[in-house]
T-cell receptor, first 113, second 113 residues
Framework: SQQGEEDPQALSIQEGENATMNCSYK?????LQWYRQNSGRGLVHLIL?????REKHSGRLRVTLDTSKKSSSLLITASRAADTASYFC?????????????FGTGTRLQVFP | NAGVTQTPKFRVLKTGQSMTLLCAQD?????MYWYRQDPGMGLRLIHY???????AKGEVPDGYNVSRLKKQNFLLGLESAAPSQTSVYFC????????????FGSGTRLTVV
């Protein structure tokens, strides 16, 4: 079963706008990671946030983590057409075997020029 | 370029045929993983390995076997292919458990007819 659930399933915005996608999970975690997948390609690691961190930045990316609500959000600021991709959250859970990540079903982001 | 290489990139099999998917990484990573990706299902873990000579079952292991005879290679075998195994298969590797991001290959698109 999926540990992470992304919301929304699909998102369409104009270039320059901000894109926010959310991830909810079910059990306590060690860390939460976000990945991007361009069409027909493999996943690319974007950012990792540990369970004792609340916010992390990387370039135009901002990730927040609320362990009390078991949720995370990924904000892409000033989006570009090149940001068009699917975005996945993945969790390393203390309840499951922590040798592996469990991925959500993804948010499909379309950025129109 | 350093990374994860998957071969082949595409394959069509007839029901009942067998095949092996090869994953090779040149980053000296201990951990390697095989996922399958199906529409609306996200990524599901098939098998994984925590080091040379080790393998373990993931979420959907039935119908697949794996071997990790050399640290840099992780093979995924289908002994008797079924149409339900039509999917895109991704291999990933990681430096250490789940505290680092995964590096993914570009995928193998398999169709079983």
């Amino acid at each position: 079963s999926q540990q992470g659930e992304e919301d929304p399933q699909a998102l369409s915005i104009q270039e320059g706008e901000n894109a926010t996608m959310n991830c909810s999970y079910k059990t306590s975690i060690n860390n939460l990671q976000w990945y991007r997948q361009n069409s027909g390609r493999g996943l690319v690691h974007l950012i990792l946030i540990r369970s004792n961190e609340r916010e992390k930045h990387s370039g135009r990316l901002r990730v927040t983590l609320d362990t009390s609500k078991k949720s995370s959000s990924l904000l892409i600021t000033a989006s570009r057409a090149a940001d068009t991709a699917s975005y996945f959250c993945a969790t390393a859970s203390v309840s499951y075997n922590t040798d592996k990540l469990i991925f959500g079903t993804g948010t499909r982001l379309q950025v129109f020029p | 370029n350093a990374g994860v290489t998957q071969t082949p990139k595409f394959r069509v099999l007839k029901t009942g045929q067998s095949m092996t998917l090869l994953c090779a990484q040149d980053m000296n990573h201990e951990y390697m993983y095989w996922y399958r990706q199906d529409p609306g299902m996200g990524l599901r873990l098939i098998h994984y390995s925590v080091g040379e000579g080790t393998t373990a079952k993931g979420e959907v292991p039935d119908g697949y076997n794996v071997s990790r005879l050399k640290k840099q290679n992780f093979l995924l075998g289908l002994e008797s292919a079924a149409p339900s195994q039509t999917s895109v298969y991704f291999c990933a590797s990681s430096r250490d458990r789940v505290d680092y991001g995964y590096t993914f290959g570009s995928g193998t698109r398999l169709t079983v007819v």
